[in-house]
Protein backbone atom coordinates (compact mmCIF):
# COMPACT_ATOMS: atom_id res chain seq x y z
CA UNK A 1 0.00 0.00 0.00
CA UNK A 2 1.38 3.21 -0.70
CA UNK A 3 1.98 5.24 2.33
CA UNK A 4 1.50 8.58 1.21
CA UNK A 5 -2.37 7.78 -0.61
CA UNK A 6 -4.81 6.01 1.01
CA UNK A 7 -6.73 4.66 -2.48
CA UNK A 8 -9.10 2.63 -0.71
CA UNK A 9 -11.15 5.89 0.96
CA UNK A 10 -10.89 8.49 -2.38
CA UNK A 11 -14.03 7.87 -3.63
CA UNK A 12 -15.63 8.05 -0.10
CA UNK A 13 -19.01 10.04 -0.42
CA UNK A 14 -19.18 10.16 -4.07
CA UNK A 15 -21.41 7.74 -4.95
CA UNK A 16 -19.31 5.04 -6.00
CA UNK A 17 -18.62 1.32 -5.03
CA UNK A 18 -16.36 1.47 -2.06
CA UNK A 19 -12.67 -0.64 -2.58
CA UNK A 20 -13.51 -4.56 -1.99
CA UNK A 21 -17.62 -4.11 -2.66
CA UNK A 22 -17.64 -4.80 -5.93
CA UNK A 23 -19.86 -7.74 -7.17
CA UNK A 24 -18.70 -8.77 -10.92
CA UNK A 25 -21.21 -11.53 -11.33
CA UNK A 26 -24.08 -9.60 -10.21
CA UNK A 27 -23.25 -5.42 -11.40
CA UNK A 28 -26.91 -4.16 -9.77
CA UNK A 29 -25.73 -5.83 -6.85
CA UNK A 30 -23.29 -2.97 -6.84
CA UNK A 31 -25.78 0.16 -6.96
CA UNK A 32 -26.29 -1.04 -3.27
CA UNK A 33 -23.07 -0.75 -1.58
CA UNK A 34 -23.43 2.68 0.30
CA UNK A 35 -25.21 5.53 0.90
CA UNK A 36 -25.19 7.62 -2.34
CA UNK A 37 -27.00 4.48 -4.49
CA UNK A 38 -29.34 6.59 -6.04
CA UNK A 39 -26.21 8.80 -7.43
CA UNK A 40 -24.70 7.74 -10.82
CA UNK A 41 -20.92 7.63 -12.25
CA UNK A 42 -20.33 11.17 -13.97
CA UNK A 43 -20.02 10.89 -17.73
CA UNK A 44 -16.59 10.48 -19.54
CA UNK A 45 -17.70 14.13 -21.00
CA UNK A 46 -17.60 15.76 -17.20
CA UNK A 47 -14.66 13.81 -16.02
CA UNK A 48 -12.78 15.28 -18.70
CA UNK A 49 -14.20 18.82 -18.56
CA UNK A 50 -13.50 18.42 -14.66
CA UNK A 51 -9.85 17.52 -15.31
CA UNK A 52 -8.87 19.81 -17.97
CA UNK A 53 -11.12 22.82 -17.63
CA UNK A 54 -11.75 23.22 -14.03
CA UNK A 55 -14.58 25.54 -12.55
CA UNK A 56 -16.14 25.26 -16.48
CA UNK A 57 -19.47 27.50 -16.89
CA UNK A 58 -21.23 28.72 -19.88
CA UNK A 59 -22.07 31.94 -18.38
CA UNK A 60 -18.45 33.24 -17.74
CA UNK A 61 -16.06 35.62 -19.32
CA UNK A 62 -13.87 33.01 -20.24
CA UNK A 63 -16.35 31.20 -22.43
CA UNK A 64 -17.53 34.61 -23.77
CA UNK A 65 -14.54 35.66 -24.90
CA UNK A 66 -13.25 32.43 -26.46
CA UNK A 67 -16.61 32.04 -28.24
CA UNK A 68 -16.23 35.91 -29.95
CA UNK A 69 -12.38 34.51 -30.66
CA UNK A 70 -13.84 31.64 -32.55
CA UNK A 71 -16.45 33.63 -34.10
CA UNK A 72 -13.74 35.91 -35.76
CA UNK A 73 -11.17 33.53 -36.65
CA UNK A 74 -13.79 32.17 -39.02
CA UNK A 75 -15.07 35.58 -40.29
CA UNK A 76 -11.66 36.27 -41.18
CA UNK A 77 -11.08 33.15 -43.25
CA UNK A 78 -14.68 33.74 -44.37
CA UNK A 79 -13.70 37.41 -45.70
CA UNK A 80 -9.89 35.93 -47.32
CA UNK A 81 -11.32 33.40 -49.53
CA UNK A 82 -13.81 35.78 -50.64
CA UNK A 83 -10.72 37.44 -51.62
CA UNK A 84 -9.59 34.78 -53.39
CA UNK A 85 -6.48 34.00 -50.71
CA UNK A 86 -4.46 37.04 -51.83
CA UNK A 87 -3.50 37.79 -48.49
CA UNK A 88 -3.99 36.61 -45.42
CA UNK A 89 -2.03 39.17 -43.71
CA UNK A 90 -4.11 42.41 -45.55
CA UNK A 91 -7.34 41.02 -43.72
CA UNK A 92 -5.86 40.47 -40.75
CA UNK A 93 -4.28 44.47 -40.54
CA UNK A 94 -8.16 45.16 -41.60
CA UNK A 95 -9.34 43.24 -38.37
CA UNK A 96 -6.70 44.94 -36.38
CA UNK A 97 -3.36 43.06 -36.32
CA UNK A 98 -0.83 44.60 -34.31
CA UNK A 99 1.52 46.78 -36.98
CA UNK A 100 3.76 49.19 -35.34
CA UNK A 101 3.55 52.11 -38.24
CA UNK A 102 0.04 52.09 -38.09
CA UNK A 103 -0.16 52.59 -34.20
CA UNK A 104 2.92 54.91 -34.19
CA UNK A 105 2.00 57.09 -37.56
CA UNK A 106 -2.08 56.63 -37.28
CA UNK A 107 -2.32 56.53 -33.53
CA UNK A 108 -4.34 53.28 -34.11
CA UNK A 109 -3.94 52.34 -30.15
CA UNK A 110 -6.99 49.63 -30.46
CA UNK A 111 -4.07 47.95 -32.50
CA UNK A 112 -2.96 46.92 -29.21
CA UNK A 113 -6.08 44.98 -28.00
CA UNK A 114 -7.38 43.56 -30.96
CA UNK A 115 -5.10 41.32 -31.72
CA UNK A 116 -6.38 39.00 -29.24
CA UNK A 117 -9.46 38.29 -30.94
CA UNK A 118 -7.51 37.93 -33.87
CA UNK A 119 -5.70 34.13 -35.07
CA UNK A 120 -3.14 32.77 -38.15
CA UNK A 121 -4.62 29.37 -38.48
CA UNK A 122 -6.50 26.46 -37.28
CA UNK A 123 -3.72 25.11 -34.65
CA UNK A 124 -3.11 28.52 -33.51
CA UNK A 125 -6.63 29.04 -32.33
CA UNK A 126 -6.91 25.68 -31.47
CA UNK A 127 -3.91 25.47 -28.86
CA UNK A 128 -4.93 29.25 -27.46
CA UNK A 129 -8.57 28.08 -26.60
CA UNK A 130 -7.25 24.98 -24.83
CA UNK A 131 -4.66 27.06 -23.13
CA UNK A 132 -7.06 30.13 -22.03
CA UNK A 133 -9.40 27.57 -21.39
CA UNK A 134 -7.44 25.65 -19.16
CA UNK A 135 -6.05 28.25 -17.25
CA UNK A 136 -9.28 31.13 -17.25
CA UNK A 137 -12.47 29.11 -15.73
CA UNK A 138 -10.07 28.52 -12.89
CA UNK A 139 -8.87 32.10 -12.50
CA UNK A 140 -11.91 33.78 -12.95
CA UNK A 141 -13.41 31.58 -9.98
CA UNK A 142 -10.76 32.52 -8.15
CA UNK A 143 -9.74 36.77 -9.13
CA UNK A 144 -13.64 36.96 -9.97
CA UNK A 145 -15.21 38.12 -13.19
CA UNK A 146 -14.50 41.97 -13.23
CA UNK A 147 -10.61 41.56 -11.86
CA UNK A 148 -9.56 38.67 -14.17
CA UNK A 149 -11.82 40.59 -17.22
CA UNK A 150 -9.09 43.58 -15.98
CA UNK A 151 -5.42 40.89 -16.19
CA UNK A 152 -6.78 39.73 -19.15
CA UNK A 153 -6.53 42.96 -21.12
CA UNK A 154 -4.36 44.42 -19.14
CA UNK A 155 -2.22 41.27 -20.07
CA UNK A 156 -3.27 41.47 -23.56
CA UNK A 157 -2.20 44.95 -24.27
CA UNK A 158 0.44 45.04 -22.38
CA UNK A 159 1.77 41.97 -24.52
CA UNK A 160 1.46 43.67 -27.39
CA UNK A 161 2.66 46.80 -26.83
CA UNK A 162 6.00 44.96 -25.41
CA UNK A 163 5.89 43.06 -29.15
CA UNK A 164 5.37 46.75 -30.91
CA UNK A 165 8.48 48.10 -29.15
CA UNK A 166 10.56 44.38 -30.05
CA UNK A 167 9.03 43.86 -33.27
CA UNK A 168 8.98 47.07 -35.38
CA UNK A 169 8.16 45.84 -38.96
CA UNK A 170 5.55 42.50 -38.83
CA UNK A 171 2.04 42.38 -37.41
CA UNK A 172 1.21 39.90 -34.89
CA UNK A 173 -1.55 38.32 -33.17
CA UNK A 174 -3.10 36.13 -31.15
CA UNK A 175 -4.04 35.38 -27.29
CA UNK A 176 -0.75 34.11 -26.01
CA UNK A 177 0.00 37.97 -24.57
CA UNK A 178 -3.10 37.39 -22.87
CA UNK A 179 -2.74 34.15 -21.86
CA UNK A 180 0.92 34.44 -20.91
CA UNK A 181 -0.15 37.42 -18.26
CA UNK A 182 -2.96 35.36 -16.38
Known amino acids: ANQYIDRSQSNV?????????????NPNANANTNANAGQSRPSAAKIFCDGFFPNFNWKTFTF???VVQIIIFITTIIVNKAHDDKSWNC???KYGA???PAIAAYHHIHR???PIFLHGGWAHIIFNMITQSMYGYFLENYYGVKRFAILYFAAGFGGNLLSAVANKTNISIGASSAIFGL
Open 91 to 93: VLY
Open 98 to 100: KYT
Open 112 to 114: LIL
Open 64 to 66: AVT
Open 13 to 25: GLGYPQSGSLDIE
